[in-house]
């Protein structure tokens, strides 16, 4: 190179220093402000520096030294920042300019820390007797330190509520095999096991759930050893988040007000409930991706999640957590990372469950003294009941030998990414219901969580009946407790499965006379003594179709006179109340009651994620080509269902009704329709703000549910393999509560 080149870079490189960009300056100031920049460590760490930058080490650092990854700092490296942040790097941000305005304030890791090198294990499967003898509450505790054993030692030592104590420690080899010994000398009662050094201390709490180890618990408080290098407070902080759960005195009727309150999901120390939107760091897109796979999004709101990872926790809760069926192989290996993986998401995404449940997180201080009265209990609590899952000559001849819906619930294709089809039963299997033992279980099952009846369809085709063996086994077994009623099935059977259109494989006639042989048909069942009579008085009976009867108030008047001349006496006469209003031929006070059915009459335009009128909102996470169905929104149909404009327009004397979800992909495959988000959660929020809006303004205080196990449409109560008995559980706080056992006998056997 010439002088005069030489001559001239250096003069370049003099004018860069000196007519540098505002935008750069400003930079500048804010990196001196926040005293971020350490000029002898930068001159120190790059000796060959020109000597011009070496007078101006920070505007080196500002115009050049950032994008080499050099330090302004022994603490941060803009490498390692970008690395351990994808987000950061994604967005162009300059990496120190990102943490001195918002990355500090997030917590974000500045450099990579060195992991510790431990032995390699292989976890043993879990398992846990379900029968196996429980205390009232769980404790775990995550062993990564050793040394701070002792700490936790003298505290668990001295717990004063009946409480069953899982520890697990990070495998480190003999010095486990020793620790665990001593634990078990402090602790004889601990289950005690050893896990590999993976997902921190969430993996093995997850583990635990995800083996049922905490199911049958009234809470359970999850604690580990926290020692929190990249932070100057470490055992300041942990020890906060330990006393603030686990205090030395006090615990016990802390621990009630925290049960007995309904809306608290955590408890937290104080201070350590925090809002996620000003520490997402770069977990946002993970959480996202966890939730999906319940069907649940980032929720609006308030979302706070517990920091640090320490707290009590509802039996909701840890079902939520199971249900997300996060495994050891979906964590990443440790790095010493203090961000960015599926540990810290799942750290900050917990509090999204809380928050679609309609819950929050309690600290300490806010674990209110006295619970304000619960809503009114709903009086009588009726579910829809489809009695069709069993082989008939009729399906054979049209679907196929052995045919029952139960083909296509297995065989149901997921059609969005997190989409929860197929679904599959849990407890209760792919039963048949030829057996009836099958039916005194569903019973159980409803039984357990406040359902009074079953609302069982009537196939009845002008003298012709289908699906019928179920129901008839049941009087044939006088000894099984199945409360039930009957809903008359009034349409056609058509091809497409949606009651409007296509082949019509059995037809509805009304024949003159038909109301007698109806009639007829529904004796054997209503001198049954299982069969209901919810207001002490009235066997009940319900028509699905109402506006079908080719004279709907001359046809009910005949089925009254016709119940009256067989002997049963008035009947109390419900019809669903979708089918009533606008311009229906059926007139209001023909019934003594309807039936709300979600989410019929309730899905609007706004409702619509896919296929409405505003086309795909679902962006990436929509449909693939050739989806040509519907897909709406769980919430918005719920929330909608509480407004008083919509309850406005129902017929007087309705009974309130809610659905656990909705999704008949099972029967209708690319041409579904479906409730996205549907899950215990959302199910829950629905439910409680039902009982505090609608309850006392439906029919007798009644609620009814579609449905218990319309596995097709996706509208279950019954376990399903993903949520297991959640929605019982949901049912059975509301439903349950402030009942008094006698009332409930009562209300079931009139």
Not at 647 to 653: D, F
Request: with cysteine; proline share 7%; charged share 25%.
């Amino acid at each position: 190179m010439s002088r005069f080149r030489v001559f001239a870079a250096r003069v370049r490189k003099a004018l860069a220093i000196i007519l540098i960009r505002r935008s750069a300056l400003a930079y500048m100031r804010t990196i001196k402000r926040r005293r971020a920049f350490d000029p002898t460590f930068y001159r120190r760490s790059n000796p060959g520096l020109n000597r011009l930058f070496r007078l101006f080490p920070l505007r080196h650092y500002v115009l050049w030294g950032e994008r080499a990854g050099l330090q302004p700092n022994a603490k941060f490296s803009p490498e390692a920042y970008l690395e351990l942040h994808p987000d950061i790097a994604l967005s162009g941000i300059p990496a120190l300019y990102h943490f001195l305005t918002l990355g500090q304030g997030e917590g974000r890791q500045t450099q990579r820390l060195e992991s510790e090198a431990l032995p390699s294990f292989a976890p043993p499967p879990l398992r846990f007797d379900p029968a196996r003898k429980k205390k009232r509450f769980a404790l775990h505790l995550h062993i990564y330190y050793p040394d701070l054993w002792s700490e936790f030692a003298a505290r668990l030592r001295s717990i004063e509520v009946d409480t069953d104590i899982y520890v697990t420690l990070t495998w480190r080899g003999e010095q486990t095999k020793w620790l665990a010994d001593e634990i078990a000398d402090v602790l004889p009662h601990a289950t005690i096991i050893p896990m590999a050094n993976k997902g921190r201390d969430i993996l093995p709490f997850f583990r635990l759930i995800n083996a049922d180890a905490f199911e049958g618990y009234e809470a359970v408080c999850k604690i580990h050893t926290k020692k929190s290098p990249h932070r100057d407070d470490g055992a300041d902080w942990r020890d906060r988040l330990v006393s603030g759960i686990l205090p030395r005195a006090g615990l016990s009727h802390r621990l009630n007000r925290f049960i007995a309150d309904p809306d608290a999901a955590f408890w937290v120390a104080d201070g350590q409930s925090l809002p996620v939107s000003d520490w997402w760091g770069s977990n946002r897109d993970k959480t996202a991706a966890a939730l999906r796979r319940i069907e649940m999004d980032i929720p609006r709101g308030d979302l706070r999640f517990p920091a640090g990872s320490m707290y009590w926790a509802k039996p909701l809760m840890i079902g939520l957590m199971r249900s997300l069926r996060l495994t050891d192989e979906m964590f990443e290996a440790e790095q010493g990372q203090v961000d960015g993986t599926l540990a810290h998401a799942v750290e900050r995404g917990i509090g999204a469950l809380a928050l679609a449940a309609g819950q929050s997180i309690r600290e300490t201080a806010s674990l209110i003294p006295t619970i304000p009265s619960a809503p009114a209990t709903p009086r009588y609590v009726s579910a829809f009941y489809l009695p069709q899952f069993h082989p008939i000559p009729e399906n054979d001849r049209w679907w196929g030998k052995g045919f029952t819906e139960w083909r296509g619930v297995s065989d149901a294709k997921s059609a969005f990414p997190g989409h929860l089809q197929p679904q599959r039963p849990a407890d209760l299997g792919y039963y048949d219901l030829r057996a009836t033992e099958v039916m005194s279980d569903q019973a159980a099952l409803a039984q357990s969580a406040g359902i009074d009846a079953f609302c069982v369809y009537h196939y009845w085709f002008g003298g012709k009946r289908l699906l019928e063996a179920p129901l008839n086994e049941i009087l044939a077994r006088p000894e099984i407790d199945f409360p039930f009623y009957l809903c008359w099935a009034n349409e056609s059977w058509r091809r497409n499965w949606d009651g409007l259109s296509g082949e019509t494989l059995m037809e509805q006639a009304y024949a003159p006379g038909f109301e007698a042989a109806l009639v007829a048909s529904t004796l054997p069942y209503m001198r049954d003594p299982r069969y209901q009579r919810p207001d002490g008085l009235r066997p009940r009976f319900v028509i699905y179709r109402p506006e079908d009867m080719p004279a709907p108030a001359q046809n009910v008047a005949r089925l009254r006179r016709a119940w009256v001349q067989a002997g049963i006496g008035p009947v109390e006469l419900g019809a669903v109340g979708f089918h009533v209003g606008g311009d229906s031929v059926v007139e209001r006070g023909l019934f003594d009651f309807h039936i709300e059915m979600p989410p019929h009459g309730l899905v609007e335009a706004a409702s619509y994620d896919f296929g409405g009128p505003a086309g795909n909102l679902m962006g990436d996470a929509g449909p693939a080509n050739g989806f040509a169905g519907l897909i709406y929104d769980y919430n918005k149909v719920a929330e909608r269902s509480l407004t008083p404009r919509y309850r406005r327009r129902l017929p007087e004397y309705t009974i309130a009704g809610i659905m656990p979800g909705w999704d008949n992909t099972a029967r209708r495959g690319a041409r579904a329709h479906i409730a996205r988000g549907a899950n215990p959660a959302s199910f829950r929020h629905w439910l409680r703000r039902l009982q505090e809006t609608s309850l006392e303004t439906s029919y007798r205080g009644e609620l009814f549910i579609n449905a218990w196990n319309e596995w097709a449409e996706k509208a279950v109560m019954e376990p399903t393999e993903v949520f297991g008995r959640l929605n019982l559980d949901v049912l059975a706080e509301v439903t349950l509560a402030n009942r008094p056992a006698a009332t409930q006998e009562l209300k079931r056997h009139g």
